[in-house]
């Protein structure tokens, strides 16, 4: 998959990176917080927002069902809702371009509406499985005709009013999850996740935050049974959005590989089900150390700061992949230059993100001289003993932002640099990610 305007890059060592850095407001509660206010009723505010490709596609979506969003700011918009059951019929198809997440979460949101909205998305987006999310809203009435292999562009007409449903996770997404529990919003009754493995907890937090009747319970054998109170009344809100700790990855992974640096992340979201990449680098060796730990918005955050560090290769837990699902990439890279050996499995879902990230961060770590086993389910890294890669090669980064970017990071730590064929991709999440590693190094 290639875009037709690509932009090349190289990145390469210059030296230790120091300083101190913010990184763009978390996607996953940017998606969600314009949703979520855009069904309340009134005006709800939200600062730090994340301006990336993705999140401006939900905005997109929503104004296009009858919210008005205005930006009246760096990171500061105001939307005024039209109350849960009050979406209407877009005029045009949804482009929800690369995200994945602004599509399934939306067809959620139709899927109890009555409306009829056809989505459709970039190259990537558009070999992703939605029958993971087909399968529980037509469970609630709702009916899809996709592309073959449930795949966009498909179209969704909405039920009202809708059934709910008990349904039991049968993969490990948030998406799933927060589909169903929004789709559950304008259903008359209990909609209940079952939730065996838990994964990103940001719907349930901000559903409680705009006044939704949602419980959790966790059954004696650690299931989590997420019960939301249908046709809610949501009210409006003010949002702020912590910074990702998945953006904040790349910057501390390239302090940690990089001789002699010490960077500070500020205002880092940390959420325990989303910081599984930080617990794991700190079992490694990492010396990381977290400061002004404060709440903000109903999210734990801290200031994170990273100093160079030996590290050495562990055998990652598969129940700990759910916390750190999208940091794998740039994990793989501490990995390819850690002493000994690093073993993952149970990471299926790589092969669904925006690119197969399995196959990619294997060809591309090979191509740049890290010995990698690609498994079935995981990849088997040993790694470099600390010593800088080769380099010298051109990576596919296939329309996937975190592959761009952990090539990117790679390259701190290479003999020849490292050039992604497309850096244009890096927009969808941390359109400050070049100006950020820029700073570091000056
Ligand atoms: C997300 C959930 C995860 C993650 C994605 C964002 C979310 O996807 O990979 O980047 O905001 O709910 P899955 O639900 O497919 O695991």
């Known amino acids: 998959m290639h875009n037709a305007n690509p932009r090349p890059a190289t990145f390469r060592n210059a030296g230790p990176l120091s300083g101190t850095v913010k990184v763009p407001g978390d996607k996953s509660i940017s998606h969600r917080s314009l949703m979520l206010s855009a069904l309340a009723v009134g005006e709800s505010r939200i600062t730090g927002l994340l301006e990336g490709e993705d999140v401006l596609a939900t905005a997109a979506a929503m104004r296009a069902m009858g919210a008005s969003i205005e930006r009246i700011g760096d990171g500061c918009w105001t939307v005024h809702g039209v109350g849960v059951g009050g979406l209407m019929q877009p005029a045009a198809a949804l482009d929800m371009g690369n995200s994945g997440t602004s599509t399934r979460l939306l067809m959620?949101?139709?899927?109890?509406?009555?409306?009829?909205?056809?989505?459709?998305?970039?190259?990537?987006?558009?070999?992703?499985?939605?029958?993971?999310?087909?399968?529980?809203?037509?469970?609630?009435?709702?009916?899809?005709?996709?592309?073959?292999?449930?795949?966009?562009?498909?179209?969704?007409?909405?039920?009202?009013?809708?059934?709910?449903?008990?349904?039991?996770?049968?993969?490990?997404?948030?998406?799933?999850?927060?589909?169903?529990?929004?789709?559950?919003?304008?259903?008359?009754?209990?909609?209940?996740?079952?939730?065996?493995?838990?994964?990103?907890?940001?719907?349930?937090?901000?559903?409680?935050?705009?006044?939704?009747?949602?419980?959790?319970?966790?059954?004696?054998?650690?299931?989590?049974?997420?019960?939301?109170?249908?046709?809610?009344?949501?009210?409006?809100?003010?949002?702020?959005?912590?910074?990702?700790?998945?953006?904040?990855?790349?910057?501390?992974?390239?302090?940690?590989?990089?001789?002699?640096s010490e960077v500070t992340v500020t205002h880092v979201g940390m959420n325990p089900t989303r910081t599984g990449i930080y617990k794991m680098l700190e079992v490694m060796g990492a010396e990381l150390t977290y400061t002004n730990q404060r709440e903000v918005g109903g999210e734990p955050v801290a200031d994170i700061t990273a100093r160079y560090s030996v590290l050495r290769g562990i055998e990652v837990p598969p129940e700990v992949a759910p916390s750190m699902i999208d940091e794998f990439p740039v994990f793989f890279v501490a990995a390819s230059m850690a002493q000994g050996r690093t073993i993952t499995s149970g990471l299926d879902e790589l092969r669904v993100k925006e690119s197969d990230r399995l196959a990619l961060m294997a060809a591309g770590l090979k191509a740049i001289g890290a010995r990698v086993e690609e498994r079935a389910d995981g990849l088997v890294i040993d790694g470099s003993g600390g010593e800088p890669l080769e380099g010298g090669a051109t990576v596919n980064s296939a329309l996937d932002h975190r592959i761009a970017m952990s090539f990117a990071v790679a390259g701190q730590h290479c003999y020849h640099g490292v050039t992604v064929d497309d850096v244009s991709p890096i927009a969808t999440s941390f359109p400050t990610f070049e100006s950020i590693i820029e700073a570091l190094k000056a």
Not at 187 to 210: K, N, Y
Request: glycine share 10%; hydrophobic share 45%; proline share 10%.
């Open 108 to 260: 959620g949101l139709v899927a109890s509406h009555r409306l009829t909205a056809t989505f459709i998305g970039d190259a990537s987006l558009s070999k992703r499985p939605m029958g993971r999310v087909i399968d529980p809203l037509s469970l609630m009435g709702a009916e899809f005709t996709a592309s073959p292999g449930g795949t966009l562009p498909l179209m969704v007409r909405g039920l009202v009013p809708a059934i709910p449903i008990q349904f039991r996770l049968p993969v490990a997404s948030a998406q799933v999850k927060s589909a169903v529990l929004l789709a559950g919003l304008n259903a008359p009754g209990i909609t209940e996740v079952i939730e065996p493995i838990p994964t990103r907890d940001h719907s349930e937090r901000m559903l409680r935050g705009f006044g939704a009747d949602l419980s959790i319970e966790t059954d004696i054998k650690g299931v989590r049974h997420i019960r939301l109170v249908g046709e809610a009344e949501l009210k409006p809100q003010t949002i702020e959005v912590p910074g990702d700790p998945s953006s904040a990855a790349f910057p501390i992974v390239a302090a940690l590989i990089t001789p002699g």
